[in-house]
């Protein structure tokens, strides 16, 4: 679908919109997808320790790497389109550096004890960051095996950087948002936003509006909030997102702005994708 006729991506377009291709690569769920900087390649990581790479220009799966060792998940592409970082499924905690030219890794990432839950990539360096069950979260260069900074929190954490990379926001629980200066990160947070939360939820996500305006956040339960990332005031609230089966199933529904900040896009238990 073009979007040249109204030169803007506004109702009328997302609702043109209409399913082309249907890929069945995988064998399991697919836990994460990343598209390269160039748009050029689009790249998934699946619960059956496969990695798929997709040529976007093409339409069509151009190649398939396994990791049957360590499995995968979270996979992110570096501002490389041959390397990639993901966190592990299988024998450690893990976060692998790994070179898709020959499919070998390039460094180890160690330190998280439980399940990685979070990465993000810096949009302007080498620099990423990492949340873990272990209740830490994590920030690292590609260039060096070892952490630059840790930080402890309360409880399950998301994070991710804003589109300038100059900061970062954490998620801790379901109910705080903290947004933190990347270059003084140890002296803690210039702003904390308290969120709304019920007993037993937890934050699944958490990304900035292309604009930087916006903060979004999703939860367990399947309720998404648009927040603003100057005040942290609530903007909109999305619900009704998960099923039953989902819930019970504890997967972690995905969303995401769209390029011009203007909509938000989020998975549906029943798609197919």
Same mark, same amino acid.
């Given at each position: 679908?073009?979007?040249?006729?109204?030169?803007?991506?506004?109702? #009328?377009?997302?609702?043109?919109?209409?399913?082309?291709?249907? &890929?069945?690569?995988?064998?399991?769920?697919?836990?994460?997808?990343?598209?390269?900087?160039?748009?050029?390649?689009? !790249?998934?990581?699946? %619960?059956?320790?496969?990695?798929?790479?997709?040529?976007?220009?093409?339409?069509?799966?151009?190649?398939?790497?396994?990791?049957?060792?360590?499995?995968?998940?979270?996979?992110?592409?570096?501002?490389?389109?041959?390397?990639?970082?993901?966190?592990?499924?299988?024998?450690?905690?893990?976060?692998?550096?790994?070179?898709?030219? %020959?499919?070998?890794?390039?460094?180890? &990432?160690? +330190?998280?004890?439980?399940?990685?839950?979070?990465?993000?990539?810096?949009?302007?360096?080498?620099?990423?960051?990492?949340?873990?069950? %272990? #209740?830490?979260?994590?920030?690292?260069?590609?260039?060096?095996?070892?952490?630059?900074?840790?930080?402890?929190?309360?409880?399950?954490?998301?994070?991710? &950087?804003?589109?300038?990379?100059?900061?970062? +926001?954490? +998620?801790?629980?379901?109910?705080?948002? #903290?947004?933190?200066?990347?270059?003084?990160?140890?002296?803690?947070?210039?702003?904390? &936003?308290?969120?709304?939360?019920?007993?037993?939820?937890?934050?699944?996500?958490?990304?900035?509006?292309? /604009?930087?305006?916006?903060?979004?956040?999703?939860?367990?339960? +399947?309720? !998404?909030?648009?927040? /603003?990332?100057?005040? $942290?005031? !609530?903007?909109?609230?999305?619900?009704?997102?998960?099923?039953?089966?989902?819930? #019970?199933?504890?997967?972690?529904? $995905?969303?995401?702005?769209?390029? /011009?900040?203007?909509?938000?896009?989020? $998975?549906?238990?029943?798609?197919?994708?």
């Amino acid at each position: 679908v073009s979007t040249q006729s109204t030169g803007k991506l506004d109702e #009328k377009v997302w609702r043109s919109f209409q399913i082309s291709k249907v &890929f069945r690569e995988n064998q399991n769920r697919i836990n994460a997808l990343d598209y390269s900087s160039s748009g050029e390649l689009l !790249i998934t990581s699946s %619960d059956d320790d496969s990695i798929v790479i997709y040529d976007c220009e093409e339409g069509k799966p151009s190649r398939t790497l396994l990791s049957r060792k360590y499995g995968v998940s979270l996979i992110r592409y570096t501002h490389a389109q041959n390397t990639v970082l993901h966190a592990s499924t299988k024998l450690d905690d893990t976060i692998r550096y790994l070179s898709l030219h %020959d499919n070998k890794y390039l460094r180890y &990432f160690k +330190g998280h004890q439980q399940r990685v839950v979070s990465l993000s990539m810096s949009p302007i360096d080498d620099t990423f960051i990492s949340g873990s069950l %272990d #209740k830490s979260i994590r920030l690292w260069d590609l260039r060096s095996p070892n952490c630059a900074g840790h930080m402890h929190v309360r409880g399950r954490p998301v994070a991710s &950087f804003d589109p300038h990379g100059l900061i970062f +926001g954490a +998620g801790i629980d379901a109910e705080l948002i #903290k947004l933190y200066d990347v270059r003084s990160f140890d002296r803690g947070p210039f702003s904390t &936003f308290k969120m709304p939360c019920e007993r037993g939820t937890e934050l699944s996500g958490l990304s900035f509006s292309p /604009d930087t305006k916006n903060i979004l956040v999703s939860t367990s339960n +399947g309720v !998404i909030r648009v927040v /603003d990332a100057f005040n $942290g005031q !609530i903007i909109q609230t999305f619900t009704g997102i998960l099923t039953d089966r989902t819930e #019970k199933q504890g997967q972690h529904l $995905g969303c995401c702005f769209s390029p /011009d900040s203007n909509f938000v896009l989020s $998975g549906k238990s029943f798609f197919n994708c």
